[in-house]
């Protein structure tokens, strides 16, 4: 064989054999990681654009630039839930002595 059959050859088994660790490392690992599906969105991170909802049927503004679809408020257009930054403070009674 020739050094560039050779090299294609092994330029191949490279690609196959790195498509095959991305696909085991991603059956191992969820995309969302730790966090579950958006409900409001389904985990898509759009929902119908206000716009979309007008009565004359056109669709399209700045919010959405004309697809009909704009990021979702629940989960800020990411798709997962995400946890709510929150300050527990506990305080002591205040005891009459």
């Known amino acids: 064989m020739s050094p560039i059959v050779l ?5 191949g088994l ?5 498509a095959a660790l991305v ?12 966090f579950p599906r958006c409900p ?3 985990g ?3 929902v119908s654009c206000l716009c979309s909802r007008w009565s004359d049927g056109d669709t399209g503004c ?3 630039s004309g697809s009909g679809r704009m990021a ?13 930054p929150a ?11």
């Open 23 to 34: 696909k085991s490392v991603m059956d191992q690992k969820t995309m969302a990681g730790p």
């Open 44 to 46: 898509t991170g759009r």
């Open 14 to 18: 490279g690609v196959l054999a790195g």
């Open 72 to 84: 979702c408020s629940s989960c800020g257009g990411t798709g997962t839930g995400r946890p709510l």
């Open 40 to 42: 409001s969105c389904n």
């Open 62 to 64: 700045r919010t959405c």
């Open 87 to 97: 300050q527990l403070s506990v305080r002591t009674p205040n005891r009459p002595s």
């Open 7 to 11: 090299t294609q050859l092994a330029t």
